[in-house]
């Protein structure tokens, strides 16, 4: 084993996590590791033999892309899912939508007495938090130990590829999945669409916009989007152009609210 690999290894147990809202659905064998976040089982379930670790976001491979530049690490993110899941039985447990569109598994793994695949991920720096809105258990874990990683400068997070970004950094990362730290300038509903503005120019400068859906979904969560005026904020999410560089939020696990750890 290399010893880089055997040293994430021994960050492993710092992943586990109680998965008290996840929801059980079976055990299967691992006969092959796709990349960093995929996996083949030996067995069929919820009608599918493929599992996309939900939740978690590894360096990525071409995997037959014409053209696809290989993502830092993500050889070594592949090696370690081996050496975790491999030849082993894994335990499938689900927090939401159990199917994509590809038809592959959205589950966590769990190995052995219950240790957490995604969370051994993130706690080496092998992946980052990568959430939807119709998959939200344990994120807020997630996250927990991603801030963790990245603070040691853990795996990716000693890599300007996957750096924290400023707002005003992101006019040549349009169509790419980017972590945004910056203050909250402007917030405003503007027929029935909530516009985070990080400065005084909104049609050139980064925005984050939120349907009225959206906006219950953060009410329910205790937050209030036009509150965040003035406050420094963390975003996750994919970069479009709309005017300037924009991310639409779709779930309130995107937007971490910092305290006293500020801005990077």
Do not use: C
Not at 106 to 132: C, I, N, P, T
Not at 142 to 165: N, P, T
């Amino acid at each position: 084993m290399r010893p880089a690999l055997a040293i994430l290894l021994l960050i492993w147990g710092v992943g586990q996590a109680t998965a008290g809202t996840l929801v059980e659905g079976g055990k299967a064998t691992v006969t092959a590791v796709v990349d960093g976040d995929t996996v083949l089982l030996d067995s069929v379930i919820e009608g599918s033999k493929e599992v996309r670790l939900v939740g978690v976001q590894a360096p990525k491979l071409p995997l037959g892309r014409k053209g696809f530049k290989q993502w830092p690490l993500a050889g070594e993110a592949k090696a370690m899912l081996e050496a975790l899941v491999l030849g082993r039985t894994v335990t499938l447990k689900f927090g939401g939508r159990r199917l994509d569109r590809h038809g592959r598994l959205l589950a966590h793994l769990f190995v052995d007495e219950g240790e957490w695949v995604q969370g051994a991920l993130l706690s080496a720096g092998m992946a980052r938090v990568y959430s939807f809105a119709d998959n939200r258990a344990v994120v807020s874990d997630m996250l927990r130990l991603e801030r963790v990683a990245r603070a040691a400068g853990r795996g990716i997070w000693g890599y300007h590829f996957y750096s924290l970004r400023k707002p005003e950094q992101l006019d040549h990362l349009i169509g790419t999945f980017q972590l945004v730290e910056g203050i909250v300038f402007d917030a405003a509903t503007v027929r029935g669409r909530t516009y985070l503005n990080f400065s005084d120019d909104w049609r050139q400068d980064f925005t984050i916009t939120l349907n009225r859906r959206v906006v219950t979904m953060f009410s329910e969560a205790g937050i209030d989007p036009l509150m965040l005026k003035g406050r420094p904020i963390r975003v996750r999410g994919w970069l479009k152009k709309r005017n300037g560089p924009m991310i639409e939020a779709t779930h309130p696990e995107q937007i971490e609210v910092l305290g006293d750890e500020g801005l990077n």
